[in-house]
């Protein structure tokens, strides 16, 4: 039952947002009572924030294999980018991050999924680099990270603007491509 509640929420979810759907709607979808939608999350912000990291480890796992076959490392970076941006389960979790400031409460679940995106997006890199014998000074775990940050503002931007799909793609390959090298400062003499 708790599955397809979450299956349920995602499809309403995608098309109308957390403000657009009712909970009984939701248990309406599923099959079921408005009262296991509460028993098995407590509230619908719960259920949205679970329903939402479900979905962009969805996206992540579709990245990973859409990159799959790349043949370089640019053609890498293209193909995770336009399988992640424009992809609804990024948005819904770009809300419920949202959401997850003013409800702390629905934070570790919220951090235990950026803990398993930075996770399996360092394996995926790393292990296509090895596999590719693609070289590279970046740490695979630091890319993943600047990936997942750059496609959650890319996504977020997206959303408030009258970005399209394709605007969002663009930017967000140039901005993988200029990735800064940053200077640590080591004595006085260095700042």
């Keep these: 039952m708790r599955s397809r509640l979450l299956d349920a929420a995602v499809a309403l979810f995608k098309a109308r947002g957390l403000a657009g759907v009712a909970v009984a709607e939701i248990a309406h979808a599923a099959g079921a009572f408005p009262s296991q939608v509460t028993y098995y999350f407590r509230t619908k912000e719960a259920l949205f924030v679970e329903a939402a990291c479900r979905e962009v480890l969805y ?13 370089s490392g640019s053609d890498y970076n293209r193909r995770l980018v336009e399988a992640v941006i424009g992809a ?75 970005a399209s799909d394709a605007e969002a793609v663009e930017e967000m390959t140039q901005l993988l491509r200029q990735a800064p090298v940053i200077r640590v400062a080591t004595s006085k003499g260095d700042r």
């Design 88 to 162: 609804p389960g990024l948005a819904l979790f770009v809300e419920a991050l949202s959401l997850t400031r003013r409800r702390q409460d629905l934070a570790p679940l919220i951090e235990r999924t950026f803990e398993r995106l930075h996770a399996e997006g360092d394996r995926a890199y790393a292990a296509t680099r090895a596999r590719r014998g693609w070289s590279g000074a970046e740490d695979p775990g630091v890319a993943a990270r600047r990936f997942w940050t750059l496609a959650l503002g890319v996504t977020l931007r997206e959303g408030a603007t009258e």
């Design 59 to 71: 996206v992540a796992a579709g990245a990973e294999a859409a990159a799959d076959g790349a043949t």
